[in-house]
């Protein structure tokens, strides 16, 4: 039997800071420090997430270590995100990595943060289990930073077909939630609420952009004229109507991704659709997915919701493939806030 392939994976693009084994493509651990402080911001602070990257990643790297089971000089190579992301965030994964690959005299491998998103679909948990897309597959990637249609043509083969101009859907989340006086990241509140609501309550117009771009900027205004107008009437209007307001809002932004998506679908003849990313975690997203497979006669794949927000399970495996097809990168490395898939 030939030796296995281990990859110790670190993720500090933006602000989590996460290491994981992965042995052959099976996930032995995923560790996630998650920064807090920045709640009290509403946003990610860039300089606090990197002085707390700095403090989080070696117990975050030695834990995911000790619960992998395995012992530091079993490791093959060292794959690290490369971006894009926050260059100070980004700074600490990078020379980390750098000098642990140097210190095991193993090599290092660089990792887009976008692609590892997408390939989180392929982590095998221990038992070997799966569902991996079949090549190729439109994968909708939805995060905090970025809004994208790709062609996954196989492992390490990406075609860009559609993109935000201007704010991602996360940050669509986020920035209305941050309108109803929810703390960051609103997303995830959205969601919740949004399960209390009717999402048919208000309407919020749809964004009309050419091919298979997105836009959100429009309706984060839309929605804070509405508030604005809303609360005039009666101060007491967010308080009083909280689901619905989050149900409408989370149905508009699932409303302009699956109109696009469901055109790429058409255009490309591909239909075999995936989600990737923070938004991915989203039930009403995950939910309109699963209805779409049945009336459209699509294939959907939907990561579990330990793969959709960052993490480095998604980097070790990403290194997984590229490591099978000798792509390594050398110690002059550097990292880069942006990077194209
Ligand atoms: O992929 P991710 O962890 O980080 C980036 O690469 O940006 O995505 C974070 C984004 C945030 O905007 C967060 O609000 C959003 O994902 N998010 C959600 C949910 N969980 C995370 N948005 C809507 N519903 C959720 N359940
Ligand atoms: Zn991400």
Not at 238 to 256: F, G, K, V
Request: proline letters at 5%; one cysteine or more; glycine letters at 8%.
């Amino acid at each position: 039997m030939s030796k296995s392939i281990i990859i110790l994976g670190i993720e500090s693009s933006c602000d989590d800071t996460s290491a994981a084994i992965i042995q052959d493509g099976r996930i032995l651990s995923n560790i996630i420090g998650t920064q807090k402080v920045h709640e009290q911001y509403g946003g990610v602070v860039p300089e606090l997430a990197s002085r707390a990257h700095q403090q989080n990643i070696i117990p975050v790297v030695n834990q995911a270590i000790k619960e992998s089971g395995i012992e530091k000089n079993q490791i093959s190579a060292v794959a690290f995100t490369r971006g894009p992301g926050l260059l100070g965030s980004l700074l600490v994964g990078v020379s980390f990595a750098k000098s642990f690959a140097l210190g095991l005299g193993v090599p290092l491998i660089d990792v887009n943060h976008m692609q590892g998103h997408i390939l989180a679909h392929f982590i095998k948990e221990k038992d070997g289990s799966g569902n991996p897309p079949n090549f190729p597959f439109l994968c909708l990637t939805v995060s905090g930073g970025h809004t994208q249609i790709v062609n996954v043509k196989d492992y390490l083969s990406f075609e860009l077909i559609g993109e935000t101009i201007d704010d991602a859907a996360g940050e669509a989340f986020d920035k209305s939630a941050k309108l109803l006086g929810l703390p960051y990241p609103g997303g995830p509140l959205i969601d919740k609420y949004a399960k209390e609501g009717n999402p048919k309550a208000f309407t919020f117009g749809i964004p009309k952009v050419d091919g298979l771009n997105f836009s959100f900027s429009g309706l984060k205004t839309s929605i804070l004229y509405f508030i604005q107008k809303k609360i005039k009437e009666d101060p007491k209007f967010i308080e009083n109507n909280l689901a619905d307001i989050c149900a409408s809002i989370q149905h508009s932004i699932i409303n302009i991704l699956m109109k696009k998506i469901e055109k790429a679908a058409k255009e490309s003849q591909i239909n075999d659709i995936a989600i990737a990313g923070g938004v991915s975690a989203n039930s009403g997203l995950r939910k309109r997915l699963q209805e779409m497979e049945q009336s459209h006669q699509w294939k959907t794949y939907i990561p579990p919701f330990s793969y959709c927000t960052d993490n480095a399970a998604m980097i070790a495996i990403t290194g997984y493939y590229k490591f099978i097809n000798n792509e390594f990168c050398s110690q002059s490395i550097t990292p880069q806030a942006r990077l194209s898939i």
